[in-house]
């Protein structure tokens, strides 16, 4: 009786709670130390912090090719293991088995150097061991987009359409947007390991971080074979014809029928493109232009830093909770302008920043902006997926979250960058080129036209009430 009391009042359960803050956050985790770390891995200890540039790969086209292609492998992954979740009624064993073996995984990536790939391909060329070492890294990334993808973005993002409602879908995705905030703090505040356990070794500590956080992940997948439970929401077909069902999301009768669902995925198409464009980069751009390097900061750990953090997180986390309940009540219908107004606010002052003690003034507002954009677009694009085909539709969702953005938004950076910055030569005559802050600029300028898919969709009634 309370729990038939507690749905219809739109309350999660106790256990959906904490599958869905352990799974989203182990998530992010993961995804924020490939976004992040993978890249200045590679710039680190592969280009030695582009000191040594392979005439063929150079690193910021390393990094463009290792988005794309992620990109690209996330979203064939989501369409082909989100129809066969939906098919097999189950979503527990892709998320379970699939982050225990995202772990293994992300802990074999810190076994890739340049000394193992030399050895192991019998290379002895400076030059070739960068570019093979590069392919190296670039193709164990799409092995682990693969398996992250399967496990993350199709099954998990299910899994939470599965259980959530409108009474408290903008609730329940204030918490996930919570989630890469506080991911992205563990991720860069334990990158000190990198130095502090490296040892001066930048590759060594690589591999132990890697295996700290891969370890981390493995753990989540066993928790979750004890504490997820799959929805008993039996209104998914698997009768249906799998190979047929792929493609349901591009029938013009689906686009027709599902109009709203495909402009609130426009909207999360440009606004993740404006993303991309700068995020790739954000770490080298930060190292280059300021000298804020990330592994250092648990040096910069000291007990008052620490109690100002704390307090930060905790007004920041009942903020945006609280942000996401007034939401679920109020509806997003002005929420949404003042949230993207606030993003490119912050991108453009960010891009006419030049001195350190300015950059948290611009980067506030950005931050903001992003965390709550996150919210609205997420959980409109959850609003209007059909309840019976939510792993149908995941493939498509990943379209406009990860594929598009991933191939345009990296490659709009990096030829700003190459633009701006203009050509410079090392020793061997190989083009160098670093990021720049007119990245920023030009990411404020497409999240500009995301007004555009907004502002038609506020027209059309961008909140969905429960039938």
Same mark, same amino acid.
């Given at each position: 009786m309370k729990k038939a009391k507690a749905l219809a009042e739109g309350k999660l359960s106790g256990r959906t709670w904490f599958n869905l803050c352990l799974f989203g956050l182990i998530g992010q985790v993961a995804w924020n130390l490939e976004n992040m770390y993978f890249n200045t891995f590679m710039y680190e200890t592969v280009y030695e912090k582009g000191e040594v540039i392979s005439a063929t790969l150079p690193y910021m086209s390393a990094i463009k090719w290792?988005?794309?292609?992620?990109?690209?492998?996330?979203?064939?992954?989501?369409?082909?293991?989100?129809?066969l979740s939906d098919k097999m009624n189950k979503r527990k064993v892709f998320i379970s088995a699939g982050y225990l073996l995202w772990g293994v995984v992300t802990i074999a990536f810190g076994f890739i150097t340049k000394e193992n790939i030399g050895n192991l391909f019998n290379i002895t060329d400076a030059a070739k061991i960068v570019f093979v070492t590069s392919v190296s890294i670039i193709i164990m990334d799409c092995i682990m987009t693969l398996i992250g993808s399967t496990s993350n973005d199709s099954a998990f993002n299910a899994w939470v359409t599965d259980v959530t409602t409108t009474k408290n879908r903008a609730t329940a995705e204030s918490v996930l947007a919570i989630l890469p905030i506080v991911a992205m703090l563990v991720v860069m505040i334990s990158a000190g390991m990198i130095t502090s356990f490296g040892g001066g070794d930048l590759a060594k500590g690589y591999t132990i971080y890697f295996i700290a956080l891969g370890a981390c992940v493995c753990l989540c997948g066993v928790i979750g074979l004890i504490s997820l439970k799959d929805s008993k929401d039996g209104t998914r077909k698997a009768n249906a014809n799998y190979w047929k069902d792929l493609f349901y999301g591009f029938r013009p009768s689906v686009v027709k029928e599902n109009y709203k669902l495909y402009?609130?995925?426009?909207?999360?198409c440009i606004y993740s493109v404006a993303v991309q464009?700068?995020?790739?980069?954000?770490?080298?751009?930060?190292?280059?232009?300021?000298?804020?390097?990330?592994?250092?900061?648990?040096?910069?750990?000291?007990g008052p830093v620490i109690a100002v953090a704390v307090i930060v997180v905790i007004v920041a986390v009942a903020g945006i909770i609280g942000f996401g309940k007034i939401t679920d009540k109020l509806g997003k219908k002005n929420s949404i302008i003042i949230a993207n107004a606030l993003f490119v606010i912050g991108l453009i002052a960010v891009g006419f920043t030049h001195d350190k003690k300015y950059l948290l003034l611009g980067a506030l507002p950005l931050l903001v902006g992003y965390g709550l954009m996150g919210i609205l677009l997420n959980s409109t694009v959850?609003?209007?997926?059909?309840?019976?085909?939510? +792993?149908?539709?995941?493939? !498509?969702?990943? @379209?406009?979250?990860?594929?598009?953005?991933?191939?345009?938004?990296?490659?709009?950076? *990096?030829?700003?960058?190459?633009?701006?910055?203009?050509?410079?030569?090392?020793?061997n005559g190989i083009e160098k080129y670093e990021?720049?802050?007119?990245?920023?600029?030009?990411? +404020?300028?497409?999240?500009? !036209?995301?007004? @555009?898919?907004?502002?038609?969709?506020?027209?059309?009634?961008?909140?969905?009430?429960? *039938?």
């Amino acid at each position: 009786m309370k729990k038939a009391k507690a749905l219809a009042e739109g309350k999660l359960s106790g256990r959906t709670w904490f599958n869905l803050c352990l799974f989203g956050l182990i998530g992010q985790v993961a995804w924020n130390l490939e976004n992040m770390y993978f890249n200045t891995f590679m710039y680190e200890t592969v280009y030695e912090k582009g000191e040594v540039i392979s005439a063929t790969l150079p690193y910021m086209s390393a990094i463009k090719w290792m988005v794309g292609l992620s990109a690209v492998t996330a979203v064939v992954a989501t369409f082909i293991m989100g129809n066969l979740s939906d098919k097999m009624n189950k979503r527990k064993v892709f998320i379970s088995a699939g982050y225990l073996l995202w772990g293994v995984v992300t802990i074999a990536f810190g076994f890739i150097t340049k000394e193992n790939i030399g050895n192991l391909f019998n290379i002895t060329d400076a030059a070739k061991i960068v570019f093979v070492t590069s392919v190296s890294i670039i193709i164990m990334d799409c092995i682990m987009t693969l398996i992250g993808s399967t496990s993350n973005d199709s099954a998990f993002n299910a899994w939470v359409t599965d259980v959530t409602t409108t009474k408290n879908r903008a609730t329940a995705e204030s918490v996930l947007a919570i989630l890469p905030i506080v991911a992205m703090l563990v991720v860069m505040i334990s990158a000190g390991m990198i130095t502090s356990f490296g040892g001066g070794d930048l590759a060594k500590g690589y591999t132990i971080y890697f295996i700290a956080l891969g370890a981390c992940v493995c753990l989540c997948g066993v928790i979750g074979l004890i504490s997820l439970k799959d929805s008993k929401d039996g209104t998914r077909k698997a009768n249906a014809n799998y190979w047929k069902d792929l493609f349901y999301g591009f029938r013009p009768s689906v686009v027709k029928e599902n109009y709203k669902l495909y402009i609130a995925l426009a909207a999360v198409c440009i606004y993740s493109v404006a993303v991309q464009i700068f995020f790739p980069y954000l770490l080298i751009y930060l190292d280059h232009a300021f000298g804020i390097q990330v592994t250092d900061l648990l040096g910069m750990l000291t007990g008052p830093v620490i109690a100002v953090a704390v307090i930060v997180v905790i007004v920041a986390v009942a903020g945006i909770i609280g942000f996401g309940k007034i939401t679920d009540k109020l509806g997003k219908k002005n929420s949404i302008i003042i949230a993207n107004a606030l993003f490119v606010i912050g991108l453009i002052a960010v891009g006419f920043t030049h001195d350190k003690k300015y950059l948290l003034l611009g980067a506030l507002p950005l931050l903001v902006g992003y965390g709550l954009m996150g919210i609205l677009l997420n959980s409109t694009v959850r609003d209007y997926t059909p309840e019976d085909k939510t +792993g149908l539709f995941q493939g !498509i969702r990943m @379209i406009f979250f990860v594929l598009i953005p991933m191939l345009v938004g990296p490659a709009i950076g *990096d030829g700003v960058c190459k633009i701006v910055s203009g050509a410079t030569f090392v020793e061997n005559g190989i083009e160098k080129y670093e990021p720049c802050a007119e990245m920023f600029l030009a990411a +404020g300028i497409v999240a500009l !036209i995301s007004f @555009i898919p907004i502002l038609v969709l506020r027209k059309k009634g961008i909140d969905k009430k429960e *039938d």
